[in-house]
């Protein structure tokens, strides 16, 4: 997988005075697991947040472990007006860092994207630490957690508040009373900047799409069953971080009108953009396919022309529109990112080539088809499944894109 530099942008007030550069520690450090302590937060809805955005992180809310496990532990709280959040990081190297973060306390995923790209910086050696040589908690037990807040929070002088704004005073003559004037409007404080909240991800991942599903045609020629044929799918697709898709997709479907069975094998390649909002994936995409298909009698292939079809018929060419919903769900199990539970919805058309472009109908040799149709091949067809996936991509922690 690539992947760019990402611009990391942390939110907070100025932090301790006496901040410690990092000199003792000139290799960056990767982390593998995360101790998370959130009390007075949506602890469940933090711990998926950033599981989503840190998917090579082992995060734990319990804990006793012995060291050497390239651990960092993570305090997230609100502050004591309820109107921010501070967080204390400490590293297994013993530096500890403190923010304040100006978002609201319920905001749990723009919390988990901060801290996520606080991480990034401090594994990157640009974060400046705010004390050394402080121990990572050895179990979750309370007293242990508050002892290892209180280490780092000490190092942290308080923020010093602006003075109000004096305006002047008017000045006063003798000979004429000045006029009252509108009065000054008070400069608006300027909003904190926020920092992305786009999670933390590799720039390309596969995907493996498995489907299964029923084929209906639309439009003439109709006989016999409403049902064109049911079959399997299978795919891969690379997925680009702003939403592009591109994949390849192999079906195979089959219909039985004893004692004749048509079988046909779709070869699309496409591509398209998806929209995604939290675990909800909506990809759209066109298609464009070709289609070998063959009748089998009693275990003999027929040739083409016992089909009522010229010899090169048996090949039909199509186009195709998807989209493919579905609910992703995170795994932790390298390079395995997700599993997709979804639909694969379908609408397009085929043709086979017969001095022209035509629909295929498959008689067993009578003279008049329309009283002997076996099977359609081509014409409009609605495609109606079921899908799961499989996502696949590097588990590192990422910077979001700037």
Known sequence: MLCLPLLVVLIGSAHAVAAVEPSAVDEAQSFRVGL???PGLDGAGLLDALKLRLPGLELRTQWSVAEGQRRV?????????????????IAEDGRGYSRRLEVDPSDTRLIASVVANLLFSIEQQTAVADVTDVAV???SAPEDVQRAVAAVDVAVEPEPQPEPQRLPEPELTVEREPEPGPAPKPSEPAEPERASTAPPQPRWKVGVPLS??????IGAPRFGSLLQGGGLGLGADAEHVDGARFGLRLRYLARDRAPFRLSRLRIAVGGGYAWSVGRLDLPLRGELSIEPWWVVHEGERLPATRLGAPPAGTLALGVAARVE??????????????VRLGLDLGLGGSFVVDDGPRVATVTSGLEDPTLDALFRVGGLELWLG???GLVFGRSTIRAPRP
């Open 325 to 338: 919903p579905s609910i992703a769900i995170p795994v932790d199990a390298d390079p395995l990112l997700a």
């Open 73 to 89: 532990f993570i305090s997230v709280h609100p502050t004591e007006d309820g109107t921010a959040v501070r967080t204390e990081l």
């Open 212 to 217: 299964g599903g029923l084929l209906l045609p």
């Open 386 to 388: 079921a899908r799961i």
């Open 36 to 38: 998370l302590s959130s």
């Open 137 to 139: 908690p050895q179990t």
